[in-house]
């Protein structure tokens, strides 16, 4: 709580409560009677949202309310800089090694950077800075969050959750896929550049190894006795390695048959929990020292990389097929909306993890400042990473006489079957292939650590006994999440990740920023974020970002809502189309996530509110804060306020106190 005294007579008190308030300081005998004023009083009022008022107090003394202590103290990072590297970690993911560099290049290429760079700064930044100081500000998880800022809002933070949880099962078992690939990695000859191997069809092509022109494997020597150039329908190795040896995506049919679960891949997602778990069961104190690790390693990896490929035959040329401009598609909405897909993709907003990561934080911590840090950390890999990724695709092109563009498709593709391919090409290979999955490794680990104390946070803050017993109550969370996961390590287990991939996020996400914009800006109302800012902060947010969090945000997320659900793209994965009844489960899904919103408004307006209002009353009331309420009715309790109408004809919920 803080006051400001603006004459002898009036203290206007404006109270940011973040825990209950102790019942012996509502008793307090310097409280007197709370009036409330309205906007007449220009010397002292300020402009009021939509659900704020003005509350004044006659005190004798400006003591500040406490803050109830308590029961289980809450952890803080140990120090500033491991809760920025979690955030850096966090927002730098996979998405940034083979999703940002393809994503540009199909889209514009350095023209691609305009709508960017568009979204970053009017959705990528602000949501950023307001999930990270909505978490410091209120010390509790996504759900417990949503539902002090207003009782009807809690289904945001439910909504959020269903939503991570989503995310973390297909995420988890990719990072599963690079754990079997840096096994595999260990030898001197990587597997997946030869088709010598038992699994290896008639059509398998040993198509980038040096003595591949002395040993054309399974090709035609044409009667001039010249070397045909490796033809369309041959099979790279490392393609067969990927999806016949690793996945054994040959024998699944599709989502009607996913075939049995495969040992391995199985081992390598366990283990992947085991290591989370050993890493984050202690809560921040363990994950700080954890990201030391694995927030740094990518960037040292990728400069390696960098130097590695920018050495190579041909390299320029896929920097350049990376960077070059073509202004024209920019006329293309779908360029726009993959701006913004990737600003959501890979910063990860409304996935309840900054806000996360932020409420074990101080109040005071300037988030501003690790908001751009942490943006800026996140532009700065995916350009690093595309420089990387395109130096060795355009040395692939010009070891295969091929266009960059033909090389590769997007997605896993890069990241298992293409880049692998080129790793074994150079001087050593293990050291390289070694480097580039544990790369990948780490990227994955960091937003899964986020994912996980984002779901045990959430929980527990809303059931202590999960908080008491933190240590067993995430094994059990990872114990239900590696039986959630066991469809994705079946033989078809890839089309249930590309699935999850379509379904798990897209509107259902974008809706969830949507609604944290509106409940934060409207609901509790921009002028209290502003105030709460310039209190714990100590500076106030420029008009920027108040115009984006009130207007622009909210605006530019329904447009692109709208235009995901009339233009959606058409599923595939290879040669599979996903059948018609998936598509529409799938969209069915993804509207489930986000059902807790309406629900959770439905059961507060039916549950909680006062029967004997107007129903405009009973709707109007639905929106002041949790906390607020209570405030005020323990002080109407007490017989230390009462309320006075305002000059509207509508009553105005209180939402600052």
Wanted: charge should be neutral; proline fraction near 4%; glycine fraction near 6%.
């Amino acid at each position: 709580m803080t006051t400001s005294i603006y004459d002898d007579e009036q203290i206007r008190i404006e109270v940011n409560i973040q825990e209950n308030v102790h019942e012996d300081m509502l008793k307090d005998s310097k409280m007197r009677k709370l009036t409330v004023i309205t906007d007449d009083i220009d010397s002292i009022s300020r402009r009021t949202g939509t659900t704020e008022q003005l509350v004044v107090v006659k005190k004798s003394s400006s003591t500040p309310l406490t803050r109830q202590s308590s029961p289980i103290p809450r952890d803080l990072w140990t120090n500033k800089i491991e809760f920025l590297l979690s955030v850096i970690g966090y927002v730098v993911d996979l998405g940034n090694v083979w999703r940002f560099p393809y994503t540009c290049y199909e889209n514009g290429g350095g023209a691609f950077l305009i709508p960017y760079m568009i979204f970053l700064c009017i959705l990528g930044i602000p949501m950023l800075y307001l999930e990270l100081f909505l978490g410091q500000f209120y010390h509790c998880g996504n759900i417990t969050l949503w539902g002090r800022i207003a009782p009807s809002m809690k289904g945001i933070g439910i909504a959020s959750f269903l939503i991570v949880t989503a995310v973390t099962l297909f995420y988890t078992t990719i990072i599963a896929h690079a754990v079997f690939y840096l096994f595999a990695s260990f030898q001197r000859i990587m597997p997946w550049s030869l088709c010598s191997h038992s699994w290896n069809t008639r059509l398998c092509s040993e198509r980038l190894r040096p003595d591949e022109i002395n040993n054309p494997t399974f090709g035609d020597i044409h009667s001039n006795g010249s070397l045909p150039y490796i033809n369309e329908s041959k099979i790279s190795s490392a393609e067969e390695y990927y999806n016949i040896y690793m996945l054994g995506i040959h024998r699944s049919t599709g989502l009607n048959d996913l075939g049995s679960i495969k040992i391995d891949l199985l081992l390598c997602l366990i283990s992947i929990f085991i290591l989370m778990y050993v890493c984050i069961f202690r809560g921040v104190k363990s994950t700080g020292k954890a990201v030391y690790i694995t927030a740094i390693l990518p960037y040292i990896v990728l400069i390696i990389l960098l130097i590695q490929g920018l050495s190579l035959e041909g390299s320029l040329n896929g920097i350049t097929y990376f960077l070059k401009p073509t202004f024209e598609k920019l006329k293309d909405l779908r360029v726009w909306y993959s701006a913004a897909n990737q600003i959501f993709f890979t910063l990860g907003s409304g996935l309840s993890v900054l806000t996360t990561y932020g409420s074990y934080n101080i109040s005071t911590n300037n988030c501003y400042y690790d908001a751009l840090i942490a943006v800026i950390a996140n532009f700065a890999a995916s350009f690093l990473a595309g420089f990387v990724v395109f130096s060795a695709l355009g040395h692939m092109s010009w070891r295969l006489n091929k266009n960059v563009a033909t090389v590769v498709d997007q997605g896993s593709s890069l990241s298992f079957i293409a880049y692998p391919e080129i790793l074994a090409t150079f001087k050593y290979p293990t050291f390289f292939s070694i480097i580039f999955f544990l790369m990948v490794i780490n990227l994955g680990l960091d937003s899964d650590f986020g994912g996980l104390e984002a779901m045990y946070t959430a929980l527990s803050d809303e059931y202590v006994l999960l908080k008491r017993h933190r240590k067993f109550g995430m094994f059990i969370m990872c114990c239900v999440l590696i039986i959630a996961c066991l469809p994705t390590v079946t033989h078809g287990g890839n089309y249930v990740v590309q699935y999850l991939d379509k379904f798990s996020t897209g509107p259902a996400l974008m809706l969830v920023v949507m609604m944290e914009a509106i409940a934060a800006s409207w609901v509790y109302g921009i002028n209290n974020i502003v105030n709460d800012m310039r209190i714990h902060l100590g500076f106030e947010p420029n008009y920027f970002f108040r115009f984006t969090w009130k207007f622009f945000c909210p605006l530019i997320v329904t447009l692109l809502m709208i235009f995901s659900l009339i233009s959606p793209d058409e599923l595939m994965y290879g040669n599979y189309l996903y059948p018609s009844w998936s598509i529409a489960f799938g969209w069915c899904f993804n509207m489930a996530l986000i059902l807790p919103i309406p629900i959770v408004i439905i059961y507060v307006f039916i549950r909680h509110s006062d029967s004997e209002k107007s129903l405009r009353e009973r709707i109007y009331f639905l929106f002041v804060p949790t906390i607020t309420k209570q405030k005020l009715k323990q002080q109407v309790e007490n017989g230390n306020a009462f309320i006075v109408p305002s000059s509207s004809s509508s009553p105005s919920p209180i939402s600052h106190v």
